[in-house]
């Protein structure tokens, strides 16, 4: 169960990510949407969450960096 958890969370991090690339590439929403930055940021997070379980640390070291970026991205749209 807890595999299959972990594939879901991965898979829809990639998801997550490919959708906020294509809805920005296709001028839908914008790099300053809250929805844009949501889904960087919660799509990174499931990356990371599947690369440190099977231990691929440069997955992991490229999607913490890219989290940190739409977070701070969201603080900025926020406040």
Same mark, same amino acid.
Do not use: C, E, H
């Given at each position: $169960?807890?595999? !299959?958890?972990?594939? *879901?969370? @991965?898979?829809?991090? &990639?998801? /997550? $990510? !490919?959708? /906020?690339?294509?809805? !920005?590439?296709?001028?839908?929403? #914008?790099?300053?949407? *809250?929805?844009?930055?949501?889904?960087?940021?919660? @799509?990174? *997070? @499931?990356?990371? &969450?599947?690369? !440190?379980?099977?231990?691929?640390?440069?997955? #992991?070291?490229?999607?913490?960096?890219? #989290?940190?970026? /739409?977070?701070?991205?969201?603080?900025?749209? &926020?406040?």
């Amino acid at each position: $169960m807890k595999r !299959l958890l972990a594939g *879901i969370i @991965g898979w829809y991090g &990639v998801l /997550a $990510m !490919l959708l /906020a690339y294509a809805l !920005l590439s296709f001028n839908v929403i #914008a790099s300053n949407d *809250i929805i844009y930055q949501l889904l960087n940021f919660t @799509g990174a *997070i @499931g990356i990371v &969450v599947i690369s !440190l379980i099977k231990k691929a640390y440069q997955p #992991a070291t490229l999607n913490t960096i890219w #989290a940190i970026i /739409a977070l701070i991205a969201l603080l900025t749209i &926020v406040f």
